[in-house]
Protein backbone atom coordinates (compact mmCIF):
# COMPACT_ATOMS: atom_id res chain seq x y z
CA UNK A 1 0.00 0.00 0.00
CA UNK A 2 1.29 3.13 -1.02
CA UNK A 3 2.73 2.47 -4.53
CA UNK A 4 1.48 3.96 -7.12
CA UNK A 5 -0.72 2.12 -9.29
CA UNK A 6 -0.17 1.40 -12.88
CA UNK A 7 -3.25 1.67 -16.26
CA UNK A 8 -4.58 4.67 -15.41
CA UNK A 9 -2.89 8.17 -16.46
CA UNK A 10 -5.71 10.74 -14.57
CA UNK A 11 -4.96 8.45 -10.90
CA UNK A 12 -3.13 11.85 -9.01
CA UNK A 13 -2.73 9.49 -5.79
CA UNK A 14 -1.13 6.61 -4.77
CA UNK A 15 -2.67 3.46 -3.69
CA UNK A 16 -4.54 3.32 -0.23
CA UNK A 17 -5.62 -0.25 0.53
CA UNK A 18 -5.91 -3.72 -1.05
CA UNK A 19 -8.87 -5.81 -2.04
CA UNK A 20 -7.21 -8.76 -3.58
CA UNK A 21 -3.61 -9.80 -3.08
CA UNK A 22 -1.56 -9.80 -6.16
CA UNK A 23 -0.05 -12.89 -7.19
CA UNK A 24 2.01 -14.98 -10.24
CA UNK A 25 2.69 -18.33 -11.45
CA UNK A 26 5.39 -20.29 -12.57
CA UNK A 27 4.54 -23.37 -14.47
CA UNK A 28 7.19 -25.17 -16.29
CA UNK A 29 6.24 -28.09 -19.25
CA UNK A 30 9.20 -30.54 -21.14
CA UNK A 31 8.65 -33.30 -23.35
CA UNK A 32 11.80 -34.42 -21.72
CA UNK A 33 13.67 -32.74 -24.62
CA UNK A 34 12.67 -29.36 -24.48
CA UNK A 35 11.31 -26.84 -21.38
CA UNK A 36 8.79 -23.99 -21.81
CA UNK A 37 8.21 -21.80 -18.83
CA UNK A 38 4.71 -19.62 -18.28
CA UNK A 39 4.95 -16.68 -16.02
CA UNK A 40 1.70 -15.26 -15.08
CA UNK A 41 1.40 -12.24 -12.66
CA UNK A 42 -0.99 -10.00 -11.59
CA UNK A 43 1.06 -6.89 -13.74
CA UNK A 44 -0.40 -4.55 -16.31
CA UNK A 45 2.61 -6.18 -17.95
CA UNK A 46 6.32 -6.62 -17.64
CA UNK A 47 7.70 -3.96 -20.10
CA UNK A 48 10.83 -2.62 -19.50
CA UNK A 49 11.35 -5.15 -17.13
CA UNK A 50 10.92 -7.90 -19.85
CA UNK A 51 14.96 -8.60 -20.27
CA UNK A 52 15.90 -8.33 -16.75
CA UNK A 53 13.34 -10.41 -15.32
CA UNK A 54 14.37 -13.36 -18.39
CA UNK A 55 18.02 -12.72 -17.40
CA UNK A 56 17.39 -13.57 -13.60
CA UNK A 57 15.17 -16.01 -14.36
CA UNK A 58 16.82 -18.39 -16.68
CA UNK A 59 20.14 -17.61 -14.51
CA UNK A 60 17.99 -19.16 -11.78
CA UNK A 61 16.21 -22.29 -13.35
CA UNK A 62 18.62 -22.99 -16.49
CA UNK A 63 15.61 -22.75 -18.96
CA UNK A 64 16.98 -20.46 -21.91
CA UNK A 65 15.79 -16.75 -22.18
CA UNK A 66 13.35 -17.61 -25.26
CA UNK A 67 11.64 -20.24 -23.45
CA UNK A 68 10.19 -17.67 -21.13
CA UNK A 69 6.94 -16.54 -21.75
CA UNK A 70 6.09 -13.22 -18.99
CA UNK A 71 2.16 -12.58 -18.95
CA UNK A 72 1.22 -9.86 -17.17
CA UNK A 73 -2.75 -10.56 -16.50
CA UNK A 74 -2.83 -6.60 -17.30
CA UNK A 75 -4.67 -5.82 -14.21
CA UNK A 76 -5.07 -1.90 -13.81
CA UNK A 77 -4.95 -2.36 -9.89
CA UNK A 78 -1.40 -3.56 -9.64
CA UNK A 79 2.09 -1.76 -8.90
CA UNK A 80 3.76 1.16 -11.48
CA UNK A 81 6.11 -1.22 -13.08
CA UNK A 82 7.04 1.49 -16.07
CA UNK A 83 9.15 4.25 -17.33
CA UNK A 84 6.00 5.87 -18.49
CA UNK A 85 4.80 5.85 -15.25
CA UNK A 86 7.97 7.78 -14.07
CA UNK A 87 6.89 10.37 -16.93
CA UNK A 88 2.89 10.47 -15.25
CA UNK A 89 3.89 10.23 -11.72
CA UNK A 90 7.31 11.36 -10.72
CA UNK A 91 10.51 9.91 -9.24
CA UNK A 92 9.26 7.93 -7.00
CA UNK A 93 6.46 5.94 -8.54
CA UNK A 94 8.33 2.71 -8.93
CA UNK A 95 8.89 0.74 -5.57
CA UNK A 96 12.20 -0.01 -6.65
CA UNK A 97 13.07 -2.29 -3.91
CA UNK A 98 9.39 -4.16 -4.47
CA UNK A 99 10.24 -4.42 -8.05
CA UNK A 100 14.24 -5.50 -7.50
CA UNK A 101 12.29 -8.33 -4.29
CA UNK A 102 9.22 -9.64 -6.79
CA UNK A 103 11.72 -10.47 -9.76
CA UNK A 104 14.31 -12.37 -7.55
CA UNK A 105 10.85 -14.05 -6.06
CA UNK A 106 9.75 -15.08 -9.73
CA UNK A 107 13.03 -16.45 -10.60
CA UNK A 108 12.42 -18.29 -7.33
CA UNK A 109 9.23 -19.50 -8.42
CA UNK A 110 10.78 -20.92 -11.54
CA UNK A 111 13.45 -23.12 -9.86
CA UNK A 112 11.60 -24.52 -7.33
CA UNK A 113 8.92 -25.40 -10.34
CA UNK A 114 12.06 -27.17 -12.39
CA UNK A 115 12.95 -28.44 -9.27
CA UNK A 116 9.32 -29.84 -8.30
CA UNK A 117 8.60 -31.44 -12.01
CA UNK A 118 6.45 -34.69 -12.48
CA UNK A 119 4.82 -36.77 -15.17
CA UNK A 120 1.69 -35.19 -16.20
CA UNK A 121 -0.85 -35.44 -18.91
CA UNK A 122 -2.29 -32.14 -20.63
CA UNK A 123 -6.00 -32.00 -22.23
CA UNK A 124 -7.40 -28.65 -23.85
CA UNK A 125 -11.21 -27.68 -24.33
CA UNK A 126 -12.70 -24.72 -24.39
CA UNK A 127 -15.98 -22.93 -22.61
CA UNK A 128 -18.09 -19.89 -22.92
CA UNK A 129 -18.44 -16.45 -20.49
CA UNK A 130 -20.09 -13.24 -21.69
CA UNK A 131 -19.11 -10.91 -19.89
CA UNK A 132 -16.85 -8.74 -22.43
CA UNK A 133 -18.19 -5.91 -24.60
CA UNK A 134 -16.06 -4.35 -27.13
CA UNK A 135 -15.52 -0.44 -26.23
CA UNK A 136 -15.12 1.14 -29.26
CA UNK A 137 -19.01 1.26 -30.75
CA UNK A 138 -18.95 2.52 -34.69
CA UNK A 139 -20.48 5.72 -34.74
CA UNK A 140 -21.47 5.32 -38.50
CA UNK A 141 -19.50 7.87 -39.98
CA UNK A 142 -15.68 4.94 -39.87
CA UNK A 143 -14.97 6.09 -36.00
CA UNK A 144 -15.71 4.78 -32.99
CA UNK A 145 -17.02 5.94 -29.78
CA UNK A 146 -15.86 5.02 -26.05
CA UNK A 147 -19.27 2.79 -25.71
CA UNK A 148 -20.18 -0.64 -24.95
CA UNK A 149 -21.07 -2.55 -28.50
CA UNK A 150 -22.44 -5.95 -29.58
CA UNK A 151 -21.46 -4.58 -33.00
CA UNK A 152 -18.29 -4.97 -32.78
CA UNK A 153 -16.00 -7.97 -32.56
CA UNK A 154 -16.12 -9.80 -29.53
CA UNK A 155 -14.49 -13.37 -28.59
CA UNK A 156 -16.17 -14.80 -25.57
CA UNK A 157 -14.17 -18.48 -25.92
CA UNK A 158 -12.79 -19.31 -22.48
CA UNK A 159 -9.77 -21.69 -23.78
CA UNK A 160 -8.42 -24.13 -20.89
CA UNK A 161 -5.44 -26.23 -20.78
CA UNK A 162 -6.16 -28.74 -18.04
CA UNK A 163 -2.69 -30.41 -16.32
CA UNK A 164 -3.60 -33.91 -14.52
CA UNK A 165 -1.42 -36.46 -12.79
CA UNK A 166 -1.14 -40.30 -14.48
CA UNK A 167 -4.09 -41.23 -12.09
CA UNK A 168 -6.28 -38.83 -13.48
CA UNK A 169 -6.34 -36.04 -10.55
CA UNK A 170 -6.54 -32.48 -11.48
CA UNK A 171 -3.19 -30.38 -10.44
CA UNK A 172 -3.72 -27.19 -12.50
CA UNK A 173 -6.00 -25.22 -14.66
CA UNK A 174 -4.13 -22.84 -17.12
CA UNK A 175 -6.67 -20.49 -18.75
CA UNK A 176 -7.52 -17.66 -20.91
CA UNK A 177 -10.29 -14.84 -21.68
CA UNK A 178 -10.29 -11.72 -24.01
CA UNK A 179 -11.08 -8.61 -21.89
CA UNK A 180 -9.49 -5.92 -20.35
CA UNK A 181 -9.00 -5.93 -16.46
CA UNK A 182 -10.39 -2.68 -16.03
CA UNK A 183 -14.24 -3.58 -14.37
CA UNK A 184 -13.40 -0.80 -11.20
CA UNK A 185 -11.95 2.16 -13.23
CA UNK A 186 -8.89 4.31 -11.56
CA UNK A 187 -9.75 3.47 -7.77
CA UNK A 188 -6.76 3.63 -5.23
CA UNK A 189 -6.48 -0.17 -4.19
CA UNK A 190 -4.67 -2.66 -5.13
CA UNK A 191 -6.23 -6.05 -6.68
CA UNK A 192 -5.82 -9.10 -9.56
CA UNK A 193 -9.29 -7.60 -10.71
CA UNK A 194 -11.68 -10.15 -12.49
CA UNK A 195 -8.71 -12.64 -13.45
CA UNK A 196 -7.67 -12.78 -9.84
CA UNK A 197 -10.96 -13.78 -8.30
CA UNK A 198 -11.27 -16.48 -11.06
CA UNK A 199 -8.06 -18.32 -10.05
CA UNK A 200 -9.27 -17.80 -6.34
CA UNK A 201 -13.00 -19.13 -6.91
CA UNK A 202 -11.26 -22.17 -8.73
CA UNK A 203 -8.54 -23.24 -6.40
CA UNK A 204 -11.22 -22.77 -3.84
CA UNK A 205 -13.48 -25.32 -5.71
CA UNK A 206 -10.45 -27.81 -6.05
CA UNK A 207 -8.13 -27.59 -2.99
CA UNK A 208 -4.78 -28.10 -3.81
CA UNK A 209 -5.32 -27.35 -7.48
CA UNK A 210 -2.85 -24.59 -9.12
CA UNK A 211 -5.28 -22.35 -11.39
CA UNK A 212 -3.19 -19.85 -14.19
CA UNK A 213 -4.26 -16.95 -16.05
CA UNK A 214 -3.26 -15.62 -19.28
CA UNK A 215 -4.74 -12.96 -20.74
CA UNK A 216 -6.31 -13.09 -24.43
CA UNK A 217 -6.54 -10.37 -27.40
CA UNK A 218 -8.83 -8.47 -25.43
CA UNK A 219 -7.19 -4.96 -25.54
CA UNK A 220 -10.83 -3.42 -27.45
CA UNK A 221 -12.67 -5.32 -24.59
CA UNK A 222 -14.03 -4.55 -21.64
CA UNK A 223 -16.44 -5.91 -18.45
CA UNK A 224 -19.87 -5.14 -19.09
CA UNK A 225 -22.22 -6.70 -16.89
CA UNK A 226 -25.91 -7.54 -17.94
CA UNK A 227 -26.92 -4.28 -14.95
CA UNK A 228 -25.95 -1.82 -17.23
CA UNK A 229 -28.81 0.27 -17.27
CA UNK A 230 -27.27 3.25 -19.24
CA UNK A 231 -25.19 3.36 -22.89
CA UNK A 232 -22.28 3.98 -21.05
CA UNK A 233 -19.72 1.75 -19.02
CA UNK A 234 -19.77 1.63 -14.76
CA UNK A 235 -17.64 1.96 -12.68
CA UNK A 236 -18.33 -1.68 -11.00
CA UNK A 237 -17.80 -2.44 -7.63
CA UNK A 238 -15.33 -4.81 -6.03
CA UNK A 239 -18.56 -7.46 -5.02
CA UNK A 240 -19.57 -7.47 -8.35
CA UNK A 241 -16.09 -8.07 -9.95
CA UNK A 242 -15.63 -10.87 -7.60
CA UNK A 243 -18.89 -12.15 -9.50
CA UNK A 244 -17.73 -11.73 -12.74
CA UNK A 245 -14.46 -13.74 -11.58
CA UNK A 246 -16.86 -16.69 -10.44
CA UNK A 247 -18.58 -16.90 -13.77
CA UNK A 248 -15.69 -16.98 -15.40
CA UNK A 249 -13.98 -19.52 -13.31
CA UNK A 250 -17.46 -21.41 -13.87
CA UNK A 251 -16.34 -21.70 -17.22
CA UNK A 252 -13.23 -22.73 -15.95
CA UNK A 253 -15.11 -25.67 -14.52
CA UNK A 254 -17.10 -26.62 -17.12
CA UNK A 255 -14.53 -28.01 -18.99
CA UNK A 256 -12.81 -29.92 -16.24
CA UNK A 257 -15.82 -31.30 -15.18
CA UNK A 258 -17.41 -31.47 -17.96
CA UNK A 259 -15.09 -31.90 -20.77
CA UNK A 260 -14.76 -33.52 -23.33
CA UNK A 261 -11.04 -32.52 -23.37
CA UNK A 262 -8.35 -33.12 -26.44
CA UNK A 263 -5.08 -34.57 -25.64
CA UNK A 264 -2.18 -32.32 -25.97
CA UNK A 265 1.00 -34.52 -26.27
CA UNK A 266 4.07 -34.77 -29.12
CA UNK A 267 7.17 -33.03 -29.02
CA UNK A 268 7.43 -28.99 -28.11
CA UNK A 269 8.74 -26.75 -30.04
CA UNK A 270 9.63 -23.15 -28.95
CA UNK A 271 10.21 -20.07 -31.10
CA UNK A 272 10.56 -16.89 -30.41
CA UNK A 273 10.92 -13.99 -33.49
CA UNK A 274 10.73 -10.10 -33.45
CA UNK A 275 8.83 -8.19 -36.26
CA UNK A 276 9.19 -4.54 -36.96
CA UNK A 277 5.90 -1.91 -37.14
CA UNK A 278 5.60 1.07 -38.84
CA UNK A 279 4.39 3.73 -36.95
CA UNK A 280 2.99 6.87 -38.45
CA UNK A 281 5.20 9.61 -37.66
CA UNK A 282 4.03 12.18 -35.29
CA UNK A 283 3.36 15.49 -36.84
CA UNK A 284 2.33 18.60 -35.10
CA UNK A 285 -0.56 18.56 -36.48
CA UNK A 286 -1.24 15.56 -34.78
CA UNK A 287 -0.21 17.07 -31.29
CA UNK A 288 -2.23 20.13 -31.08
CA UNK A 289 -5.45 17.92 -31.99
CA UNK A 290 -5.01 15.45 -29.57
CA UNK A 291 -4.05 18.72 -27.33
CA UNK A 292 -7.97 19.18 -27.55
CA UNK A 293 -8.77 15.88 -26.71
CA UNK A 294 -11.03 15.62 -23.94
CA UNK A 295 -9.16 12.37 -23.02
CA UNK A 296 -6.10 12.83 -20.38
CA UNK A 297 -4.50 9.99 -22.15
CA UNK A 298 -4.24 12.05 -25.68
CA UNK A 299 -3.23 15.25 -23.78
CA UNK A 300 -0.24 13.81 -21.76
CA UNK A 301 0.39 11.69 -25.28
CA UNK A 302 0.59 15.61 -26.66
CA UNK A 303 3.06 17.18 -24.07
CA UNK A 304 5.50 14.18 -24.30
CA UNK A 305 5.95 14.28 -28.07
CA UNK A 306 5.18 18.34 -27.79
CA UNK A 307 8.51 18.33 -25.22
CA UNK A 308 10.47 15.72 -27.53
CA UNK A 309 10.34 17.85 -30.59
CA UNK A 310 11.39 21.14 -28.92
CA UNK A 311 14.19 19.03 -27.42
CA UNK A 312 15.00 17.96 -30.60
CA UNK A 313 14.71 14.35 -29.79
CA UNK A 314 14.89 11.67 -32.93
CA UNK A 315 10.59 10.34 -32.61
CA UNK A 316 11.34 6.44 -33.72
CA UNK A 317 8.42 5.31 -36.51
CA UNK A 318 9.13 1.52 -36.22
CA UNK A 319 8.36 -0.84 -32.98
CA UNK A 320 10.08 -4.07 -32.55
CA UNK A 321 7.52 -6.33 -31.13
CA UNK A 322 8.16 -9.79 -29.79
CA UNK A 323 6.17 -13.07 -30.98
CA UNK A 324 6.87 -16.31 -29.39
CA UNK A 325 4.97 -19.48 -30.13
CA UNK A 326 4.90 -22.64 -28.37
CA UNK A 327 3.73 -25.55 -30.73
CA UNK A 328 2.81 -29.53 -28.72
CA UNK A 329 3.37 -32.03 -31.83
CA UNK A 330 0.22 -31.45 -33.92
CA UNK A 331 -2.16 -31.18 -31.24
CA UNK A 332 -1.75 -27.52 -29.99
CA UNK A 333 0.14 -24.34 -30.58
CA UNK A 334 0.12 -21.49 -28.17
CA UNK A 335 0.87 -17.96 -29.79
CA UNK A 336 1.94 -14.98 -27.60
CA UNK A 337 2.43 -11.17 -28.77
CA UNK A 338 4.04 -8.61 -26.93
CA UNK A 339 2.01 -5.28 -26.00
CA UNK A 340 -2.00 -4.42 -25.64
CA UNK A 341 -2.91 -6.68 -28.50
CA UNK A 342 -6.74 -6.44 -29.82
Given at each position: ??????????????????????????????????????????????????????????????????????????????????????????????????VDRTLDALAEAALSAVESRRPAHLGTGSEWCGFAASRRKPDGNGGVLWEPSLDAPHDHEVPVLVVSSPDGALRQTIFSYACHPTSTGPILEIGGDYPGFACAALESRYPGVVASFLKGCGGDQKPDPAERTTGTFRRIPVEEVKVLGSQLGSAVARVVDLGPLDSVDGAIEVAQTFVTLEADPVTESAIAEARDSEGFAAREWADHYSGAMEAGDVLPTRVSMEIQTVRFGNSLVLVTMAGEIN
Open positions: VGVWLAGYAARTEPSKAVYHPLRAVTTVIGDGQTDVLLVSIEWLGFYDLTEEARRRISEACGIPRSHIILCGTHTHCGPAVRDVDVRRHGEDAIDGEY
